[in-house]
């Protein structure tokens, strides 16, 4: 299986240092502050990260296990709401799930769904945070 990486480098002091993240593919590159974590500052910060990768890993899963059961998904979209809380300390991770997939009825999106929130890797790395999950058909 395939080995990932990323990048950090911080310079400075936690608030008024800045840093920069960068994908081992170079797909992405972008700065990080203090105000661009813990404020409504430009930039992004490690939960939008992590929110976009578990929406990527969730949206993946599911249509796995979605494909194997017999149906093909035409979309899935996925929103991760990352709450980082006093710790600080990433205490939930709201994912919104919507899916269009034909012939499929709105229980068995759930029961996909749940499987997909506990079985993809990145659910399974965050175990230790408190995962909510809505899915519904489009």
């Not at 080995?3 to 911080?10: I, Q």
């Not at 809380?85 to 499929?104: D, Q, R, W, Y």
């Not at 068995?108 to 995962?131: F, G, R, T, W, Y």
Request: proline content about 5%.
């Amino acid at each position: 299986m395939a080995v990932r990486s990323a990048e950090a480098v911080w310079k400075g002091t936690l608030k008024e240092g800045s840093g920069n993240l960068k994908l081992g593919s170079g797909v992405y590159e972008g700065p990080y502050t203090f105000a661009s974590r813990f404020e409504d500052a430009p930039g992004t910060n490690p939960e939008e990260l992590i929110g976009a990768a578990h929406a990527g890993c969730f949206s993946m899963f599911l249509s796995a296990l979605l494909t194997n059961a017999g149906f093909t998904p035409t979309r899935i979209e996925t929103v991760a709401k990352v709450h980082l809380e006093a710790g600080p300390t990433i205490t939930k991770i709201e994912l919104t799930c919507k899916a269009e997939v034909p012939n499929l009825s709105a229980a068995a999106l759930q029961e996909h769904a749940d499987a997909a929130k506990a079985n993809c890797p990145v659910s399974k790395a965050l175990n230790s945070v408190n995962i909510q999950l809505t899915a519904s058909l489009v």
